[in-house]
């Protein structure tokens, strides 16, 4: 799986794993939803983007 991920959003994935689900988590940072947001920016040290390899 080559997918542009960043661990801050790692709880949006582990959620739905075990079986919890909130209005908060998005699916758009979960990384095995088919809604995954491969497209977005990933911003680090409130400036920086990050691009994946």
């Known amino acids: ?3 542009p991920f960043m661990s801050d959003d790692l709880i949006h994935t582990l959620l739905p ?3 919890i689900h909130t209005k908060d988590n998005l699916e758009s940072k979960d990384l095995f939803s088919p ?3 491969t497209h977005r920016k990933r911003v680090y040290c409130g400036h920086l ?3 994946a390899p």
């Open 49 to 51: 983007e990050y691009h």
């Open 35 to 37: 809604k995954f947001d």
């Open 17 to 19: 794993i075990v079986g």
């Open 1 to 3: 799986m080559h997918k």
